[in-house]
């Protein structure tokens, strides 16, 4: 079952071109991108299932899996990438958001396969959450010395703010939990920081408040595709917030390797070649479209 790099390429090419024609026959683009998208993402989860079948039978260690797996999931990048580009050609602002929507689940499956013991955990529910801090402090409030009249201003006041929190409907789901160590880890990929990020960033300095409320045993990453740029003033605000400890471009992979054991950074450096493993006709598009340069991971 395992196979070089250029093997899983052509076996996705060929799925691509398969229903290359449905694609095309469809009115809407959204459409036809979404026919092709969706063929590549069914045969890489089946040529996946197939790789973790023969891994369980032949005994493989997650090493050799997760080297199997990142190969198939890089090739079908490649091929939807192409493809996608054959039926709604790329323009930069929609390839450069794609580069890095793919980036974050790749990385995640150094986490899905790990060399280290880790365990994928799901996030804290946050009315759960809720019911628990309204509780402790009520509970606290209540034992104070003070007159019935001072305690029902008091709860007033504590229960006023909780209703505006409720009206917004926060998630404390983020990209990826796990236990190690018996630490949770609450982590978010962001493939960069752009001009308009304010309302993300405030919603992560919220949601990272809150984990830092849940104990020690909580601890929130955000995991950056690109290097830190200069004067990035929100994501400075969350460097510099008690709340998240944030890694950027190469030290992101050193802390994935960390908590792995895989070294992800120096499996890219192996195995891909945007430039060069991309069809000649999708190179030219991005050559003569100036977009060549986003492909860097």
């Known amino acids: 079952m395992k196979k070089t790099k250029n093997e899983w390429i052509s076996l996705f090419r060929t799925e691509a071109e398969r229903v290359l024609l449905f694609a095309l026959k469809q009115t809407n683009r959204n459409q036809k991108a979404k026919v092709i998208n969706d063929a590549i993402k069914r045969l890489s989860s089946n040529f996946i299932k197939k790789i973790k079948q023969t891994a369980e039978i032949e005994g493989w260690k997650n090493q050799t899996l997760l080297n199997e797996i ?68 009520l509970d606290y409030i209540s034992e ?13 006041y504590y229960r006023f703010p909780w209703g505006l929190v409720d009206s917004g409907g926060i998630k404390l789901g983020l990209d990826l939990h796990f236990e190690q160590d018996g630490i949770h880890y609450n982590c978010d990929f962001k493939s960069g920081f752009s001009s308009n990020e304010k309302g993300n960033t405030n919603r992560l300095l919220l949601v990272g408040s ?88």
């Open 144 to 156: 104070l010395n003070i007159s019935d009249s001072e305690r029902r201003i008091l709860i007033y």
């Open 210 to 297: 809150i984990y830092q409320s849940l104990g020690q045993n909580e601890k929130t990453l955000l995991f950056v595709r690109q290097e830190e740029e200069q004067n990035n003033h929100y994501l400075q605000t969350l460097k510099d917030s008690p709340y998240w400890s944030c890694y950027c471009a190469n030290a992101c992979y050193s802390k994935i390797a960390e908590f792995t054991g895989f070294n992800l950074r120096t499996w890219i450096d192996y195995n891909i070649d945007w430039k060069n493993d991309i069809s000649d006709e999708f190179k030219k598009h991005l050559v003569d479209n100036s977009l060549i340069g986003y492909l860097t991971w």
């Open 70 to 137: 990142l190969l198939i999931t890089y090739a079908s990048y490649i091929v939807m990438l192409e493809y996608r580009n054959k039926v709604w050609p790329y323009e930069y602002m929609a390839f450069a958001r794609r580069i890095g929507e793919l980036w974050e689940p790749f990385c995640k499956l150094a986490f899905q396969y790990p060399i280290k013991k880790l365990k994928l955990i799901e996030p804290p529910d946050f009315d759960e959450v809720q019911a628990e801090i309204k509780k402790k402090t």
